[in-house]
């Protein structure tokens, strides 16, 4: 597989913290550099990491953005997690918070729900391998870092999947537009697999029907809808809002 190519002082920052032994170099632009970029560069070196100099036309022919920063990265491919293995942590830590994915197939939304569900305290995120975005460096980037942080599990079968979850006692809620009861009238608190559906056609019927239950945000106005990404945002924030006034962290 090719290498991953990261761009961006802060997601550069977290691969070197959580990954830096898969940075194989690193490119920063002819034309200059922050302090942020030579904290970067001086933390490299030190881990023995290849800098080389260019100017920033051929940063920006790598990156495919000018959005850059001046420095770029290599990495060796994201990894995914196996399913047992969030299943296992997710148990283990309890209780279990999963995130389920069902056909994201836009990086930036990609990149946002994992931010959020690590904000959240998520134990996992699970994504399908068809009809969804892999992990690339355009969603480590729009992730802000989070992604080197939050397991990432790949599966087959999303139906199967589930029913794993619930064999395990997890309970499985979808998130849908219209119909289920409202997020905040569910009890968040008990293990769950939170399911969100992609942009365009939301969550797919047979993964619709092996849920336990729907659950939907209620809104005004006359929008068709919110997006994946702030839908998933909101129906976490809850979880997180129920399970803190419920047990506070110490």
């Known amino acids: 597989m090719a290498d991953e190519i990261l761009y961006g002082i802060h997601p550069i920052q977290e691969a070197l913290v959580t990954r830096g032994h898969t940075v194989r170099e690193i ?3 002819r034309s200059g550099s922050s302090t942020k970029v030579n904290k970067i560069l001086t933390q ?8 080389r100099t260019f100017d920033r036309q051929r940063l920006e022919a790598k990156a495919g953005t000018v959005r850059h920063q001046g420095i770029i990265a290599f990495l060796s491919p994201y990894g995914y997690v196996e399913i047992e293995t969030i299943v ?3 148990l283990a830590r309890g209780p279990a918070l999963i995130v389920v994915l069902d056909g994201i197939e836009d990086p930036q939304n990609l990149g946002s729900l994992i931010r959020t569900a ?3 305290g998520v134990h996992g995120v699970v994504v399908p391998k068809d009809r969804a975005a892999p992990l690339t460096a355009a969603v480590a980037k729009a992730s802000a870092g989070a992604l080197e942080h939050c397991q990432v599990a790949r599966v087959t079968n999303l139906r199967r999947t589930l029913a794993l979850l619930k064999e395990k006692g997890i309970w499985v809620v979808g998130l849908i537009l219209e119909g289920g009861r409202p997020i905040y009238q569910l009890d968040l608190c008990q293990p769950t697999a939170l399911v969100i559906g ?3 056609k939301g969550i797919r019927p047979l993964i619709r029907q092996t849920c336990d239950l729907h659950a939907s945000i209620p809104q005004h106005g006359r929008l068709d809808s919110l997006n994946a990404a702030a839908a998933g945002a909101m129906a976490l924030y809850e979880t997180m809002r129920q399970r803190l006034t419920v047990a506070p962290q110490k």
């Open 118 to 120: 690590y904000i959240c």
């Open 44 to 51: 490299a070196r030190g881990l023995g990491i290849k800098v």
């Open 27 to 29: 490119w920063i632009s």
């Open 198 to 200: 992609g942009e365009a």
């Open 88 to 90: 296992e942590v997710s």
